[in-house]
C-alpha cells in the first residue's frame, strides 16, 4: 500500500498567485519538509503542459532525487505558494538557471546541471 504525502500546504491552502504555466518537477524537501527553493532550472519541456521549470531545495543528493518517491509534478502555482520568491523568475527563457544565496537569500544565475545520458 503506497503511503501518502502529508504536505506542507495543504491542498485546500493552496490560492491561484499565478496564472496556469502548466506543470513542473519538484522534491518533496519543498512540497513535503516546506523548504525553500533553493535552485531551480528551466529545461526545454518534455510535453505540451511541462513548463520546463525544474525545483528542488538544494540540498538533495542525486539518490534522494532518482528515488521517485521523493519526486512529483506539480502545478507551478503551488509551488509559488510554497515560495513565492520565485514569481519574477517564471517567465525567464528555456536554459536559465538560479540558486539561493545563502548568505543574503537572493536568486542569482547559476549554472545548468549536466544533461543525463
Known amino acids: 500500500m503506497t503511503q501518502q504525502k502529508k504536505f506542507a500546504i495543504p491542498g485546500d491552502k493552496i ?11 519538484a522534491t518533496d524537501r519543498i512540497t513535503v519538509d516546506g523548504c525553500r527553493v ?6 526545454e ?3 505540451e ?8 531545495a538544494g540540498d ?6 532518482d528515488d521517485g518517491k521523493n519526486v512529483d509534478l506539480y502545478s507551478v502555482n503551488t509551488i509559488v505558494n510554497y515560495d513565492p520568491e520565485i ?5 525567464a527563457p528555456i536554459g536559465a538557471a538560479y540558486e ?3 548568505e543574503d ?3 542569482r544565475n547559476a549554472e545548468m546541471p549536466e544533461p543525463l545520458d
Open 15 to 25: 490560492v491561484r498567485l499565478v496564472p496556469d504555466q502548466g506543470y513542473c518537477f
Open 38 to 43: 533553493g535552485y531551480m532550472y528551466r529545461e
Open 45 to 47: 519541456p518534455d510535453e
Open 49 to 56: 503542459m511541462d513548463s520546463g521549470w525544474r525545483f528542488f
Open 60 to 65: 538533495e543528493s542525486q539518490e534522494y532525487v
Open 87 to 91: 514569481i519574477p523568475f517564471l517567465n
Open 100 to 102: 539561493r544565496d545563502e
Open 105 to 107: 537569500g537572493r536568486f
